[in-house]
Protein backbone atom coordinates (compact mmCIF):
# COMPACT_ATOMS: atom_id res chain seq x y z
CA UNK A 1 0.00 0.00 0.00
CA UNK A 2 1.05 3.42 -0.72
CA UNK A 3 2.59 5.32 2.38
CA UNK A 4 2.77 8.70 0.25
CA UNK A 5 -0.52 9.53 0.23
CA UNK A 6 -2.58 11.49 2.63
CA UNK A 7 -4.48 10.35 5.52
CA UNK A 8 -8.19 9.37 5.69
CA UNK A 9 -10.23 9.16 8.38
CA UNK A 10 -12.09 5.50 7.16
CA UNK A 11 -15.52 3.50 8.70
CA UNK A 12 -16.77 0.61 7.83
CA UNK A 13 -18.90 -2.20 9.42
CA UNK A 14 -19.76 -5.84 8.62
CA UNK A 15 -22.59 -7.20 7.20
CA UNK A 16 -24.72 -7.83 10.26
CA UNK A 17 -23.51 -4.66 12.12
CA UNK A 18 -22.02 -6.31 15.29
CA UNK A 19 -18.42 -5.18 14.42
CA UNK A 20 -17.39 -1.48 13.32
CA UNK A 21 -14.07 -0.57 12.09
CA UNK A 22 -12.73 3.55 12.29
CA UNK A 23 -8.73 4.26 11.21
CA UNK A 24 -7.50 7.68 11.26
CA UNK A 25 -4.74 6.46 9.17
CA UNK A 26 -6.29 5.29 6.03
CA UNK A 27 -6.15 5.74 2.39
CA UNK A 28 -8.31 5.85 0.00
CA UNK A 29 -5.56 4.44 -2.53
CA UNK A 30 -7.23 0.55 -3.66
CA UNK A 31 -4.75 -2.24 -4.24
CA UNK A 32 -5.64 -5.53 -5.60
CA UNK A 33 -3.63 -8.74 -4.44
CA UNK A 34 -3.26 -12.28 -6.68
CA UNK A 35 -2.12 -14.11 -4.10
CA UNK A 36 -3.30 -17.92 -3.63
CA UNK A 37 -4.01 -16.82 -0.25
CA UNK A 38 -6.10 -14.39 -0.58
CA UNK A 39 -7.69 -15.74 -3.20
CA UNK A 40 -8.40 -18.78 -1.23
CA UNK A 41 -9.57 -16.39 1.53
CA UNK A 42 -11.95 -14.56 -0.03
CA UNK A 43 -12.86 -16.15 -3.36
CA UNK A 44 -11.57 -13.96 -5.99
CA UNK A 45 -8.85 -11.11 -5.94
CA UNK A 46 -8.23 -9.00 -2.58
CA UNK A 47 -9.59 -5.83 -3.70
CA UNK A 48 -8.14 -3.51 -0.33
CA UNK A 49 -7.28 -0.06 1.52
CA UNK A 50 -4.84 0.57 3.68
CA UNK A 51 -6.00 1.77 7.06
CA UNK A 52 -2.73 2.14 8.97
CA UNK A 53 -2.01 1.26 12.61
CA UNK A 54 -4.68 3.48 13.87
CA UNK A 55 -7.40 1.19 13.81
CA UNK A 56 -10.13 0.22 16.26
CA UNK A 57 -13.22 -1.73 16.10
CA UNK A 58 -16.52 -2.03 17.81
CA UNK A 59 -17.60 -5.28 18.90
CA UNK A 60 -14.39 -6.95 19.22
CA UNK A 61 -16.51 -10.00 21.35
CA UNK A 62 -17.77 -10.72 17.32
CA UNK A 63 -13.88 -10.55 15.85
CA UNK A 64 -12.44 -13.67 15.29
CA UNK A 65 -8.27 -13.76 13.94
CA UNK A 66 -6.69 -16.46 12.09
CA UNK A 67 -3.04 -16.33 11.63
CA UNK A 68 -2.97 -17.40 8.19
CA UNK A 69 1.01 -17.01 8.36
CA UNK A 70 4.21 -15.99 10.69
CA UNK A 71 3.80 -12.44 8.90
CA UNK A 72 -0.29 -12.12 8.62
CA UNK A 73 -3.35 -12.29 10.48
CA UNK A 74 -6.76 -11.98 9.42
CA UNK A 75 -9.83 -11.03 10.86
CA UNK A 76 -13.67 -12.14 10.39
CA UNK A 77 -16.63 -11.54 12.15
CA UNK A 78 -17.83 -14.39 13.77
CA UNK A 79 -21.46 -13.68 13.58
CA UNK A 80 -21.74 -12.92 9.56
CA UNK A 81 -18.36 -13.69 8.46
CA UNK A 82 -17.82 -10.86 6.95
CA UNK A 83 -14.13 -10.66 6.00
CA UNK A 84 -12.58 -7.24 8.33
CA UNK A 85 -9.06 -7.07 7.98
CA UNK A 86 -5.44 -8.55 6.92
CA UNK A 87 -2.75 -7.74 10.15
CA UNK A 88 0.60 -7.45 8.69
CA UNK A 89 2.01 -8.48 12.52
CA UNK A 90 5.68 -6.60 12.03
CA UNK A 91 4.22 -3.19 10.88
CA UNK A 92 0.73 -3.23 12.79
CA UNK A 93 -1.28 -2.31 9.65
CA UNK A 94 -4.32 -2.68 8.73
CA UNK A 95 -5.65 -3.67 5.41
CA UNK A 96 -9.58 -3.74 4.77
CA UNK A 97 -11.34 -5.20 2.36
CA UNK A 98 -12.59 -1.93 0.02
CA UNK A 99 -16.10 -3.19 0.27
CA UNK A 100 -16.68 -3.20 3.87
CA UNK A 101 -15.68 1.03 3.88
CA UNK A 102 -18.25 3.86 3.93
CA UNK A 103 -15.98 5.68 1.39
CA UNK A 104 -15.86 2.92 -0.73
CA UNK A 105 -17.36 5.11 -3.91
CA UNK A 106 -14.28 7.51 -3.21
CA UNK A 107 -11.57 4.88 -3.77
CA UNK A 108 -9.36 4.83 -6.71
CA UNK A 109 -7.26 1.54 -7.54
CA UNK A 110 -3.74 2.18 -7.18
CA UNK A 111 -2.10 -1.19 -7.56
CA UNK A 112 -2.17 -4.83 -8.32
CA UNK A 113 0.45 -7.14 -6.16
CA UNK A 114 0.92 -10.59 -6.91
CA UNK A 115 0.48 -10.04 -10.56
CA UNK A 116 2.50 -12.89 -11.89
CA UNK A 117 -0.27 -15.53 -9.95
CA UNK A 118 -2.86 -14.10 -11.01
CA UNK A 119 -4.88 -16.36 -12.95
CA UNK A 120 -5.72 -16.07 -16.50
CA UNK A 121 -9.51 -15.96 -15.76
CA UNK A 122 -10.02 -12.42 -14.95
CA UNK A 123 -8.36 -9.30 -15.78
CA UNK A 124 -8.76 -5.36 -14.57
CA UNK A 125 -8.53 -2.68 -17.06
CA UNK A 126 -7.61 0.11 -14.82
CA UNK A 127 -3.79 1.51 -15.44
CA UNK A 128 -2.30 0.41 -11.93
CA UNK A 129 1.58 -0.40 -11.14
CA UNK A 130 1.88 -3.82 -11.30
CA UNK A 131 4.43 -5.60 -8.89
CA UNK A 132 5.17 -9.59 -9.32
CA UNK A 133 5.52 -11.63 -5.82
CA UNK A 134 9.58 -11.09 -6.28
CA UNK A 135 9.04 -7.57 -5.89
CA UNK A 136 6.49 -7.80 -3.39
CA UNK A 137 8.93 -10.08 -1.14
CA UNK A 138 11.93 -7.70 -1.97
CA UNK A 139 10.02 -4.21 -0.06
CA UNK A 140 9.92 -6.06 2.63
CA UNK A 141 13.24 -7.30 2.87
CA UNK A 142 16.12 -6.65 5.67
Not at 119 to 134: D, I, R, W
Request: aromatic share 12%.
Amino acid sequence: MSSTSSLHHLTGHCLCGKVGMQSNSGTLHAEVCHCGMCRKWSGGPYLAVSAGTEVTFSGEDYVSRFSSSDWGERGFCKNCGTHLFYFLKPTGQYIVPAGLLDQESQLEMEQQIFIDKKPAYYAFSNNTKNLTEEEVFAQFAP
